[in-house]
């Protein structure tokens, strides 16, 4: 029982440690930014915008830190493999499509424009290799599916937004894609 408690405080110390120093300088700019007004009257947003952003994992190891302790504080936790990441991005509701091409900025336009979906997902398909983009109303968000070990197709995946950061689930991406401060000019 002490063996188990104390494991379980190191993951949790791990998994908060790790996140937290990374992300207190990112939230803290974004706070200094927000008038007092706006602290006071809509904290609601800043703890939305705190809570969002700490799903996104900073390196593999994270990554995997996330896995174990939602593995220990919950064991019916699975840990996704690329094919069970893929299977939750293609069967996500807001999910379009697979295209066999690399998309233009006109056919984001005109997509945006046919659906009323706060946002919506697409795949692009080519060379083998599978790309999938959100399209939301600050922009297009581009993301892939990364096997932690690249030769295993059955080891630890998270979605990967360019290498900069990892995410374990859709739900975690669209919720820090959503709550993040990026615009792409062309799709306002």
């Known amino acids: 029982?002490?063996?188990?408690?104390?494991?379980?405080?190191?993951?949790?110390?791990?998994?908060?440690?790790?996140?937290?120093?990374?992300k207190?300088?990112?939230?803290?700019?974004?706070?200094k930014k927000a008038s007092?007004?706006?602290?006071?009257?809509?904290?609601?947003?800043?703890?939305?915008?705190?809570?969002?952003?700490?799903?996104?994992?900073?390196?593999s190891q994270n990554l995997k830190a996330y896995h174990i302790s939602a593995k220990v504080f919950n064991p019916s936790h699975k840990v996704p493999t690329v094919m069970e990441l893929a299977n939750s991005i293609k069967s996500h509701p807001?999910?379009?499509g697979?295209?066999?091409?690399?998309?233009?900025?006109?056919?984001?336009?005109?997509?945006?424009a046919k659906t009323d979906l706060p946002f919506f997902i697409l795949e692009t398909y080519q060379n083998k290799k599978s790309d999938f983009y959100m399209v939301y109303s600050k922009g297009v968000r581009?993301?892939?599916?990364?096997?932690?070990?690249?030769?295993d197709e059955n080891s630890l995946a998270g979605i990967d937004n360019t290498g900069l950061l990892k995410y374990p689930n859709i739900e975690a991406f669209t919720k820090?894609?959503?709550?993040?401060?990026?615009v792409d000019i062309y799709l306002t």
């Open 36 to 59: 007092k007004e706006q602290i006071v009257h809509d904290s609601n947003m800043i703890k939305n915008y705190q809570l969002s952003h700490m799903h996104a994992m900073q390196n």
């Open 98 to 112: 697979s295209f066999n091409k690399e998309l233009s900025k006109e056919d984001y336009i005109g997509l945006k």
């Open 142 to 151: 581009h993301f892939s599916i990364k096997a932690l070990n690249e030769f």
């Open 176 to 182: 820090c894609t959503l709550s993040s401060s990026y």
């Open 94 to 96: 807001y999910f379009i």
């Open 24 to 31: 207190a300088s990112s939230c803290m700019a974004t706070l």
């Open 1 to 22: 029982m002490k063996k188990t408690l104390m494991k379980t405080i190191m993951i949790a110390t791990l998994l908060f440690c790790s996140n937290l120093k990374a």
